[in-house]
């Protein structure tokens, strides 16, 4: 019989299992023009770094919603940060805002990240929002294949360039 899983609300407990995951995902998620000449360890020091500073204070207010799966033993098995309310400036509504979703990779192609991804969605919808956005790492083909399949469509690329260098 396929193994049922299931979608909690994280709790303080479940920080440690986040970060750890987070920073096994690092490599994948990295902005590969401002990563050039760093070792991995540098990359995912930068990028635990980086996440630490914009997550920072977020503990405090509402609208960090944090969920986790896990299986029916009771293992957690992928997390999903979602934004509620974010404002959207554009439409001037609020709107959610996926911040980072992972799931562990023996558990990856079992649905997991569609489920964590639907409650976030229901969650939304059950609060009156009728749009989720969400960045993903144009080099993170499975990310963006994964989001495809679960009905985001591309509004925005955002492009960089290096002013030293080859290209330059
Ligand atoms: C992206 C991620 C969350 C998806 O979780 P998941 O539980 O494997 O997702 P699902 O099982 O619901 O969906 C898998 C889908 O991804 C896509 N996918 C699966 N394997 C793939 C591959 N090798 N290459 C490209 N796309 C692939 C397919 O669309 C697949 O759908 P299908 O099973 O119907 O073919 C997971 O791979 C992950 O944790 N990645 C690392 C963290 C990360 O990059 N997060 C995104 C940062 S925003």
């Not at 998620?29 to 360890?41: C, E, Q, S, Y």
């Not at 919603?65 to 509504?93: C, H, K």
């Not at 609060?127 to 294949?145: D, S, T």
Request: hydrophobic share 40%; glycine share 10%.
């Amino acid at each position: 019989m396929p193994e049922q899983y299931r979608v909690r609300a994280a709790t303080d407990e479940d920080g440690e299992f986040i970060r750890g995951l987070r920073r096994r995902n690092y490599m994948q998620n990295a902005p590969i023009l401002r990563i050039a000449g760093l070792t991995a360890d540098e990359v995912v020091e930068s990028m635990e770094e980086w996440t630490d500073r914009s997550l920072e204070g977020m503990d405090e207010l509402d609208s960090i919603r944090v969920t986790i799966a896990e299986t029916e033993a009771g293992e957690a098995i992928g997390y999903l940060m979602l934004l509620w309310p974010a404002m959207d400036d554009f439409s001037q509504l609020p709107q959610g805002y996926i911040y980072d979703i992972g799931v562990t990779r023996q558990h990856w192609g079992m649905s997991v990240g569609a489920m964590l991804v639907k409650d976030a969605e229901d969650h939304v919808r059950e609060q009156g929002g009728a749009f989720i956005q969400l960045n993903v790492n144009a080099q993170n083909g499975r990310a963006v294949e994964f989001y495809r399949k679960n009905g985001y469509l591309e509004e925005w690329k955002v492009l960089g360039k290096c002013l030293f260098g080859p290209e330059s």
